[in-house]
């Protein structure tokens, strides 16, 4: 039983449980009509198109690495660039909860 738990140690965060939705990864929506950071609630049926989702657009997924945030360079160079385009949908996934610095090992198994 201990091994389905998530693991905490300092600011480190261990997830084991592979619970999806994860309340610690965070989905935020960009399109060229807003673009600005709208959370997507991804439980609720038509979230996406509440916050300007377009179904004829590519979606792009962008994803931050260790110690990033949705929201910092380079992550908000590669937002822009998207959007400049007026053709995508842009997802930033934000799970900065775990991938905080100085938990690399956690980090590695975070991303699965």
Request: glycine residues 4%.
């Amino acid at each position: 039983m201990m091994s389905m738990m998530d693991f905490r140690y300092w600011r480190c965060v261990m997830k084991n449980d592979r619970v999806c939705p994860n309340s610690e990864i965070n989905f935020y929506l960009f399109t060229p009509e807003r673009p600005y950071s709208q959370w997507v609630d991804v439980r609720r049926t038509g979230s996406l198109e509440r916050c300007g989702w377009k179904k004829a657009r590519k979606n792009v997924f962008v994803v931050h690495g260790f110690n990033g945030t949705h929201s910092k360079s380079p992550m908000s160079v590669l937002r822009d660039a998207y959007l400049s385009r007026q053709d995508y949908n842009v997802f930033m996934v934000d799970w900065s909860p775990l991938t905080r610095f100085p938990c690399y090992l956690s980090a590695l198994s975070n991303m699965k």
